[in-house]
């Protein structure tokens, strides 16, 4: 079966596919989950997620390959970072076994909506951990919903990779210094709203998080990691509690050392020291590399390759780790989960 979508020209826009995955956990277990066609939750009114945050999500994509196949691309950290996220919100840990047979089961189901090879698009997944029942004391939930939904989305970069500029957020934090920021939930997305749509009426792409404690080092984007490219050829990400450990940049650390011969260092990067760096971006599933023009800063454009064009080493580790993910590199060994 196939269908006819205007796979050139998909958003990042939610569609409801044939099928999803749910399973349940109540009584201390999770029951044996099962595909269903009802893309509504029914959930109890008092549900421990709609009060008090007590949620997660995840994000991944699966791509059709040359070969016709599909592919995902490194679920199993997809599966760990829920389980730190679920162990800090104090809900139930999903199996990676689980998490990876489920998002798999979708994409099956769901086969014909997986773009195809060549035209820049994936299946996104989104995994959902939510916290339901008849609770309304602030504690934890006992029963919890894990669902794991699907929509074709398309190539972030249609003319290709574009730098954007990006703006530092002076009045607020996305999160605290030991609070969620390294778990996946809404709650920080929450707070990251009425900033985002500040920088983005002022014509920015997205907003720069600093460190909530001292506000002097880049921390993140709303939804993306930092990195920069220094004269002396280090690739650099900010270390911090509160950043969600991205995936992608994590990725990006290792074929940056590996495949580009680029030092991979994790450290801080102090807001007022980005003369250092000759290339900069954001690093997230959702578009993979954001190239960052420049960043706005306290009344001043600081642009790092060009406003306009893309640096050579990120367009490098872009082609790079895009050609692994539609399976046109090898991959770095475990990578790679085919789905059949
Ligand atoms: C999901 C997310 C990212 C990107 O993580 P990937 O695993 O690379 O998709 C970065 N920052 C935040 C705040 C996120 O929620």
């Not at 074709?152 to 990006?166: E, Q």
Request: proline share 6%.
């Amino acid at each position: 079966m196939s269908v006819e979508l205007d796979w050139e020209n998909l958003g990042f826009e939610y569609r409801k596919l044939p099928f999803r995955y749910i399973a349940y956990y109540k009584d201390g277990k999770w029951d044996s989950g099962h595909l269903t066609e009802d893309g509504t939750l029914h959930i109890s009114e008092s549900s421990p997620a709609l009060h008090y945050g007590q949620q997660a999500f995840e994000g991944l994509k699966a791509y059709r390959t040359k070969d016709g196949s599909v592919q995902l691309f490194r679920p199993d950290q997809n599966a760990e970072r829920l389980q730190r996220t679920a162990d800090r919100l104090l809900m139930p840990q999903v199996p990676t076994e689980t998490f990876v047979e489920a998002c798999k089961s979708v994409v099956k189901a769901n086969e014909a909506y997986v773009p195809p090879y060549g035209s820049g698009g994936t299946l996104y997944l989104r995994p959902l951990l939510i916290g339901v029942g008849d609770i309304i004391g602030v504690k934890p939930a006992e029963e919890y919903i894990f669902t794991v939904f699907a929509m074709p989305v398309g190539n972030y970069f249609k003319g290709g990779l574009a730098p954007t500029n990006f703006v530092v957020s002076e009045d607020f934090d996305r999160a605290a210094p030991y609070g969620t920021g390294a778990a996946k939930v809404g709650g920080n997305y929450a707070a990251s709203l009425l900033p985002g749509e500040k920088a983005h009426g002022a014509g920015f792409s997205d907003v720069i998080y600093l460190d909530p404690a001292t506000h002097t080092k880049i921390e993140e984007v709303g939804s993306a990691n930092f990195f920069g490219i220094t004269k002396d050829n280090e690739f650099v990400t900010p270390l911090s509690p509160s950043i969600l450990p991205s995936i992608t940049k994590y990725s990006l650390l290792q074929l940056a050392e590996e495949r580009l011969g680029l030092k991979p260092v994790e450290g801080d990067v102090p807001i007022d020291d980005l003369d250092r760096f000759i290339e900069a971006g954001a690093c997230g599933t959702a578009a993979v590399i954001s190239p960052i023009g420049g960043i706005f800063y306290k009344d001043k454009l600081h642009v790092f390759y060009s406003e306009t064009e893309v640096g050579p080493l990120t367009k490098r580790l872009y082609d790079e780790l895009v050609g692994i993910q539609f399976g046109d590199i090898e991959a770095p060994e475990g990578w790679i989960v085919k789905v059949d």
